[in-house]
C-alpha cells in the first residue's frame, strides 16, 4: 500500500484515512471491489442514511455540551418530586415516549448509557450505549447493553463514532462486584485511604453494604490488606449483587456525583432509590429511606430552608427523640451508664460531689444517683450544675426541660437518702470558670461531657475555636475526673463522599440492632428513628455553620484532649462486667469491649459509641 493511501478494510465498505475519524463510502463497479479484496459498493438507501446519521452525532456532542442548567433543575424536580408508584422517566431520553429526532435520541442513549442501572441487579457495563429497551425496563429506566454487535455492522461504526465524540472512554467507571468492593473513582479512593490513616476511622470508600463492621479496632478487625481485597473483588464479581449492596452502591454514587457537582445523575438515581426505600420496612429500607432524604435535601430547590431545618434539628420534638434513642439502644444506654460508673470511681468516698454537666440526660443522672447511694457513705450530697451555651441553638429546648429534670432528679436523691441541689448557669465557652459555676474547695469535682463536645463548633466552623476553648477551660477547673462519650462516626471535617460513606454505615448499623430490640411498629422506635433521620439529613444535607452534627472518631478526641492538658484515666478492665452487671446483659450481637482503657460498645463488631474518661 502506498504512503498516505487510506486504508480499506475488507470487511466495511468504508474508507479510513489519517486525520478523519470517517470519509465517504467507497463507490466502485463491482468488478473493482472484488479486485480491491472483496469491498463491496452500498446500497443507495444506506448512502443517504449516513450523512444523516453523521449529522445527528454532531449534533448530540453540541447538545450535551450546551443544555441549559435550568431545564436539568427542572428534571431533577421531576424526578426527586416524584412518588415511588411513578414510573423512572429519564429526561430527555427515548424511555416512556417515541423517538423525536436522531439527535435527540443520540443524545438519549449516551445519558441512559452514562447513568441508569439496574435497581436489584446492578451491573455497570462501558461497553455499547443502549439502542433498545423492553417495555418492563422502559418503565423503570432500567436496561441491559446489548453484546457487540460484529465488526461489519454499520451500528458498530456509529458507537465508535459515539465514543469518539462523547469522549466516554476517558471517564472510566470501576466493575461493581458482588461485595460492593469497588470505587467509581481512584482519586476519591486516595483521598479516602489518606483520611482513614490519620482519624483511624472506617473506611469510607468501600459501600458500606459490603463491610457492616466498618471501624476497626483490635478485636474488631476488617481491613484485609490490598490482595485480599482484590480477591475478594475478583471472586464476588461473577454472582450477582444482593439488592442492599445494590442499593447502598447507588448511594454511595450518588453522593459521589452531588460532590463532583453532577446533581442530574444524583437525582436519576435518588429517583431510582425511591422505589426501594420504606420508613416502615426492614432496616435496611428505613436505612434507604433515610438517606435518600439526605441526600436530596442537597439538590431539590424544594429543600426546606436553613432556618427551618434548624428549628427541626433543635426543636423540644427532636431533643425528645434523641433523648428516647439513647434509653432504648444499647449502644447508647451502656455507653452513658459507663460514664456514671467513671464518675463514681473517680470521687471515691468522698461526701460533697459536684457534677457540671453541658448536655444533662436524665437517665444518666438518675443511674448516677443510684450508684453514689450504693457506696452507702452517710452524709454524700449531690450537687449538679447544668451549663447552657446562650449562643447555641440548642440550649433553648435543653433549658425548657432542665426545670422538670432537676425535680425529679430531687425527689429520686431524697429518696436514696442524698441531699440534692440542681441549678442551671448559662454561660459561653470562654466565661466559664469556677466561680461562675459554683466550685467549692471541698467538693469533688466531676465534669460529664457526654454528647455534648459534638455540639459544639471547632476551628473548622469559627476562628474562635469554641470546642478548644471548652476544653481548656474545663482543663482549668481542676476536675477530679471528665467524662466523654461519643458516636464512633467522623462528620465534622471529612469530606462529603467519606462523610457519607461513614454516616450510612454507622446509621445503618444503629437501625439494625433497634430491629434487635424493638418491634418494627413500636411508636418508641418510631420517634427515635425519626430523630436519628434529622441527624443524618444533617450531617449529610448541610455544610459550614448550617451543619451541627460534627463528631469525631476517638483517635481525633484523644488529640484534642491532649493538646488541651488532660491525660486519659483507664477504665479498669471490669468496667465492663459493672456496666453489664448494673444495666443487664447486652442483646445478642451487641459487644461490649474494654480496650485501651476506654470502652467500645457496638454492634456485630462495629463500635457505635465510645466512652473514656480524663483528668
Known amino acids: 500500500m502506498e504512503p498516505g493511501a ?17 470519509q465517504i463510502p467507497l463507490q466502485q463497479p463491482r468488478s473493482d471491489a472484488i479486485a ?7 446500497s443507495l438507501g444506506e448512502l443517504e442514511r449516513w450523512p444523516h446519521q453523521q449529522v445527528a452525532a454532531q449534533q448530540a456532542l453540541y447538545l450535551r455540551t450546551v443544555r441549559q442548567r435550568s431545564a436539568a433543575a427542572a428534571d431533577i424536580t421531576a424526578l426527586l418530586g416524584g412518588t415511588p ?37 446492578l451491573q455497570l457495563q462501558r461497553q455499547v450505549p443502549l439502542v433498545t429497551a423492553s417495555p418492563q425496563t422502559q418503565a423503570l429506566g432500567v436496561s441491559r447493553a446489548p453484546p457487540p454487535p460484529a465488526a461489519s455492522s454499520e451500528l458498530f461504526i456509529l458507537q465508535e463514532l459515539e ?12 466493575a461493581m462486584s458482588g461485595t460492593g468492593s469497588a470505587v467509581t473513582n481512584s482519586e476519591l479512593e486516595e483521598t479516602i485511604q489518606q483520611l482513614n490513616s490519620i482519624t483511624a476511622a472506617p473506611s469510607p470508600g468501600v459501600p458500606a453494604a459490603a463491610t457492616p463492621n466498618n471501624n476497626t479496632n483490635a478485636g ?30 447507588l448511594l454511595f454514587e450518588s453522593a459521589v456525583a452531588i460532590a463532583d457537582g453532577n446533581q442530574e445523575t444524583a437525582a436519576i438515581h435518588l429517583a431510582a432509590l425511591k422505589l426501594s426505600a420504606n420508613q416502615r420496612g426492614d432496616p435496611e429500607q428505613r436505612l434507604i429511606a433515610m438517606m435518600v432524604a439526605a441526600l436530596s435535601s442537597r439538590i431539590a430547590p424544594a429543600a426546606s430552608a436553613p432556618a427551618q431545618h434548624l428549628a427541626e434539628l433543635c426543636g423540644a420534638e427532636q431533643r425528645a427523640g434523641s433523648q428516647l434513642l439513647h434509653d432504648i439502644s444499647p449502644c447508647f444506654r451502656l455507653a452513658l451508664h459507663t460514664a456514671s460508673v467513671a464518675i463514681v470511681e473517680a470521687v471515691g468516698d468522698h461526701r460533697a ?11 444518666q443522672h438518675a443511674a448516677l444517683i443510684r450508684y453514689l447511694a450504693d457506696r452507702r457513705v452517710p452524709g454524700t450530697s449531690l450537687k449538679t450544675t447544668a451549663v447552657t451555651d446562650p449562643t447555641s441553638p440548642f440550649t433553648q429546648p435543653l433549658t425548657a426541660t432542665l426545670l422538670a429534670i432537676g425535680e425529679r432528679l430531687k425527689k429520686l436523691a431524697e429518696r436514696a437518702g442524698i441531699e440534692y441541689r440542681f441549678k442551671v448557669v448559662s454561660c459561653r465557652a470562654a466565661e466559664l470558670d469556677a466561680s461562675k459555676l459554683g466550685c467549692e474547695p471541698e467538693e469533688a469535682l466531676a465534669v460529664n461531657l457526654a454528647f455534648a463536645l459534638s455540639h459544639v463548633p471547632d476551628e473548622s466552623v469559627s476562628p474562635a475555636n469554641p470546642r478548644d476553648e471548652l476544653l481548656r477551660r474545663v482543663r482549668a477547673l481542676g476536675p477530679q475526673v471528665v467524662t466523654l462519650v461519643e458516636q464512633e462516626l467522623n462528620t465534622n471535617t471529612a469530606p462529603l463522599a467519606a462523610r457519607f460513606s461513614d454516616v450510612c454505615a454507622h446509621y445503618g448499623a444503629i437501625l439494625e440492632s433497634l430491629d434487635a430490640t424493638l418491634g418494627r411498629e413500636s411508636a418508641e422506635r418510631a420517634r427515635a428513628e425519626a430523630a436519628l433521620a434529622k441527624k443524618a439529613s444533617n450531617a449529610v444535607g448541610r455544610e459550614g455553620p448550617d451543619r451541627l452534627e460534627r ?7 484523644r488529640a484534642r484532649f491532649g493538646m488541651a492538658g ?38 456485630m463488631g462495629r463500635v457505635v459509641t465510645v466512652a473514656s474518661a480524663w483528668r
Not at 571 to 589: F, N, Y
Open 85 to 121: 408508584s411513578q414510573p423512572l422517566v429519564l429526561p430527555r431520553s427515548s424511555f416512556g415516549g417515541a423517538l423525536a429526532s436522531p439527535s435527540s435520541t443520540l443524545s438519549s442513549l449516551t445519558t441512559a448509557s452514562r447513568t441508569v442501572v439496574p435497581l436489584m441487579q
Open 353 to 363: 460531689i459536684h457534677l457540671v454537666d453541658f448536655d444533662v440526660s436524665a437517665p
Open 6 to 22: 487510506p486504508w480499506r478494510d475488507p470487511r466495511q465498505g468504508y474508507a479510513y484515512g489519517l486525520g478523519s475519524a470517517m
Open 36 to 42: 480491491a479484496g472483496g469491498v463491496l459498493k452500498r
Open 551 to 557: 463528631c469525631e472518631v476517638f483517635g481525633k478526641w
Open 163 to 174: 465514543k469518539q465524540l462523547l469522549g466516554d472512554d476517558d471517564e472510566p467507571l470501576a
Open 566 to 603: 488532660f491525660r486519659p484515666v483507664a477504665l479498669g478492665p471490669g468496667i465492663a462486667d459493672q456496666v453489664v452487671a448494673r444495666v443487664g446483659p447486652a442483646p445478642p450481637l451487641f459487644t461490649v469491649k474494654a480496650e485501651n482503657g476506654v470502652l467500645r460498645i457496638g454492634w
Open 220 to 249: 474488631m478487625t476488617r481491613s484485609p490488606s490490598n490482595s485480599s481485597s482484590s480477591t475478594a473483588s475478583s471472586s464476588a464479581s461473577c454472582s450477582p449483587p444482593t439488592p442492599g449492596t445494590a442499593s447502598r452502591q
